[in-house]
């Protein structure tokens, strides 16, 4: 095996104090000490997202289990309480089943953390939530006067 000779001028300045050998071991002992953290400090899984409980809120939901999606929606606002998608689903839910005040204070909270999710905006502009999205709606004084 033929040796490939490099000029000293070519090493940095830790090249020429450190011997090339010495350099190897240190590399190797980084490396099994990256080895160890990644394998003492483990990822969340995902199972233990936020988004993994609204994927199975929405299985449930698929399968007609409203209140095990609910259930599911809950835990993900649990882990992440400014998960627009996931009070975007209970509101979804909630409406199903027929409570359309819970329903519209889902799709405002979900317009609130996300103003452009467009299917909460959708959602509370159709017929059976428009009166009601209107007439709960909080009144703010602006200061001015209409003639």
Avoid: C
């Amino acid at each position: 095996m033929k040796r490939l000779f490099v000029p000293s001028s070519l090493y940095n300045g830790n090249m020429r104090i450190v011997r090339p050998p010495l350099i190897a071991g240190f590399v190797k002992l980084g490396v099994m000490a990256l080895a160890i953290l990644l394998a003492v400090s483990s990822p969340p899984t995902a199972a233990d997202t936020s988004t993994a409980h609204v994927v199975k809120g929405d299985a449930l939901m698929a399968k007609n289990d409203l209140d095990g999606a609910i259930g599911e929606y809950r835990r993900a606002l649990r882990m992440n309480p400014r998960n627009a998608q996931a009070h975007y689903q209970i509101g979804f839910v909630l409406k199903t089943k027929g409570d359309l005040d819970g329903a519209i204070a889902e799709y405002r909270e979900a317009i609130r953390l996300d103003p452009k999710l467009a299917e909460a905006h959708v959602n509370i502009a159709l017929p059976p939530f428009r009166e009601r999205a209107i007439s709960t709606a909080p009144l703010q004084n602006t200061g001015k006067q209409f003639v």
